[in-house]
């Protein structure tokens, strides 16, 4: 296997609410498109990397909130091993109820075969509804992803 062949494409078709302020909560990543070399558990949100490479990891949720009242700050970012991947965190102020973007954490990660990457979310208003959205524009149009992940062996 050479890391060319080292790659994932995963998605959620779940909407997730963030329970606890300031608590990072795992996104449950439930489908994958497509893969090879590294495997998705998708009752844990996990990954893992058959190949130790260098690996580009994009995770971009699409964020909203369901309830209006005090600013929320949406947070994601990466942890791999049970360990926070210093820099990797990004922020989305959700300051009204009808705001929805997507937001996109992503960089060079060193993984050795064996390794569990996870995506992490956290908010200071849970309150609020805060969280990653699976959303269904029309009954013609695909779903729009609570959350898009790409991964692949790099250099």
């Known amino acids: 296997m050479n890391k060319n062949d080292v790659w994932i494409q995963a998605s959620s078709t779940i909407t ?12 449950i990543i439930d489908k994958v498109d497509g893969a090879s070399g590294v495997s998705l558990d998708p009752k844990t949100g996990s990954f893992t990397v058959e190949k130790e490479f260098d690996y580009l990891v994009m995770a971009a949720p699409q964020v ?25 965190n990004v922020l989305m102020n959700l300051f009204h109820v009808d705001v929805k973007d997507v937001i996109v954490s992503q960089g060079l990660i060193h993984l050795k075969a064996g390794d569990v990457l ?18 269904q524009p029309t009954p013609n149009e695909p779903l729009v992803p609570a959350i898009i992940f790409s991964m692949e062996a790099y250099g």
């Open 16 to 27: 997730q609410r963030i329970e606890k302020d300031d608590e990072g909560q795992i996104v």
């Open 64 to 88: 909203g909130r369901l309830h209006s009242g005090d600013n929320a700050n949406f947070r994601c970012w990466l942890r791999v091993n049970g360990e926070n991947v210093p820099d990797s």
């Open 118 to 135: 996870q995506v992490i979310m956290a908010t200071d208003n849970a309150a609020a509804g805060v969280g990653a959205e699976a959303i």
